[in-house]
């Protein structure tokens, strides 16, 4: 769509924001931009500078190179206990869409107090619309839970088979959207559990912040590091965690076609993503 390789958080399709710019705008009613972190690619780091440029406050972390979703949560995370270890970290993908922003809002507030109260992580689940094959689940221990809830998990299901998500969707279990609230000394005590290697060599970069010497310490680092991801080697092999259900958010991850269209609507750009979303060979011979 646009002459290069550009994830879709840098993307607008046709609206007036970008998703990266719209996850910022959509947060701050909680969240400041002098207390917000977000990381990206070194590759892609210009590129989110330019576009978030009106919120000068705000620390943008450029990863060395791509190593998953594990080390992409723990290299801001770094960030954030240097300058307040007692924060509550929210995780935002930003790449998602919402209808609907304030059962966000309402669903982020409600998970930092059970993460305070439980001294934990709490996840938040999308009440599910339809029982989808193709997204991660979150079974919570209470059947169908009430908007206002908090439940510990008793498992995680990831990508299940058709009659398993329908079974899935029967008892009342939740998508799993991957937004979350924890205490940020919380979250490192569990990467130093489940993801010790990487705990280890970013504690050493740490160490070295706000000094001469951290960036070329930050290329070292991730010379050494493994990869790991965040989902499948913290979480499901994690313990004690909790979630809340988020109702009337009208959640997408918009991680196929067909759901980054249903996020859209009807309207012109709509069609216009779905245009540019086939081969190019579908798109010519649709234009003809």
């Known amino acids: 769509m646009y002459g290069t390789c550009l994830p879709k958080q840098f993307s607008s399709f046709g609206r007036e924001r970008t998703f990266l710019q719209a996850t910022v705008d959509r947060l701050q009613q909680l969240i400041a931009p002098d207390r917000t972190v977000v990381v990206v690619p070194r590759q892609h780091e210009a590129i989110a500078r330019q576009q978030l440029s009106e919120y000068p406050a705000m620390e943008i972390v450029a990863q060395p190179r791509n190593l998953g979703t594990g080390p992409g949560v723990l290299l801001p995370l770094v960030h954030v206990l240097r300058r307040n270890p007692a924060a509550d970290v929210a995780l935002i993908p930003s790449d998602h ?36 094959s193709d997204l991660g689940w979150i079974v919570p221990r209470r059947r169908r839970l009430p908007g206002a809830a908090v439940s510990s998990i008793r498992e995680f299901v990831e990508k299940p088979s058709p009659a398993l998500a329908a079974s899935l969707f029967a008892q009342g279990a939740l998508w799993n959207t991957m937004l979350s609230v924890t205490p940020a000394s919380v979250l490192w005590g569990l990467a130093r559990q489940q993801l010790p290697r990487q705990a280890v060599l970013l504690d050493r970069y740490a160490s070295a ?49 067909e759901r980054l269209e249903a996020a859209f609507g009807d309207g012109p750009a709509s069609s216009r993503v779905m245009l540019r979303a086939v081969e190019p060979e579908q798109a010519i011979a649709s234009a003809s």
């Open 97 to 132: 869409d919402f209808r609907a922003p304030r059962p966000l809002l309402e669903a982020l507030l409600r998970a930092q107090r059970a993460a305070r109260q439980h001294r934990g992580m709490v996840l938040l689940g999308a009440v599910a619309e339809t029982p989808a």
């Open 209 to 257: 912040l706000g000094t001469s010497v951290a960036a070329q310490l930050l290329e070292d680092t991730y010379r050494e590091l493994p990869s790991a991801d965040f989902s499948r080697d913290l979480l499901a092999a994690a313990r004690g965690l909790w979630v809340t259900p988020m109702l009337g958010a009208g959640w997408s991850d918009c991680g196929t076609p």
